[in-house]
């Protein structure tokens, strides 16, 4: 389904994308073409994409090709979904140990609608952190964060 949206390939693009949406949520889908769960993402993504057209604008990613955010973004599981609103970073608290980025795929196009409604309408209100997520818990992916104490 990556055809379907634009993918983004250089850090350029990405720096651009970024700076370049103003008034609309921009949703960067980190991950890989050929990944069975990005693929999954990626329909959910093409099919909301029309019906989001007014509040976001999609891109995808390739993590094999901007290294720099993958670092910057603490990437370390794919797919990793990252929100901004006139170049600022959109959170939100998803009720799991990372409020920067969702991680995983949406179990429903409800669910991606529902929380790029919520980004947008917290954002609109000057605010870039949303208190609480609105998908249903039993739907939102449960991973572990490790981290490496060097």
């Not at 769960?37 to 993504?45: F, G, H, S």
Request: charged share 25%; aromatic share 10%.
């Amino acid at each position: 389904m990556s055809y379907l949206l634009q993918t983004l390939r250089t850090k350029r693009e990405v720096d651009e994308a970024i700076r370049n949406t103003d008034d609309l949520l921009l949703v960067l889908r980190f991950g890989r073409e050929d990944d069975a769960t990005c693929l999954q993402l990626d329909e959910i993504l093409s099919k909301t994409e029309r019906h989001l057209s007014k509040m976001a604008v999609i891109r995808l990613v390739d993590v094999d090709a901007v290294p720099e955010y993958v670092q910057y973004f603490d990437i370390t599981l794919i797919p990793a979904t990252v929100f901004f609103f006139n170049a600022q970073h959109m959170k939100c608290d998803y009720g799991t140990p990372d409020h920067t980025k969702w991680i995983g795929a949406f179990h429903s196009k409800q669910d991606f609608i529902d929380l790029v409604e919520v980004l947008y309408r917290t954002a609109l209100h000057g605010k870039f952190i949303a208190a609480r997520c609105p998908i249903d818990p039993k739907h939102i992916p449960k991973y572990t964060l490790i981290y490496n104490d060097i």
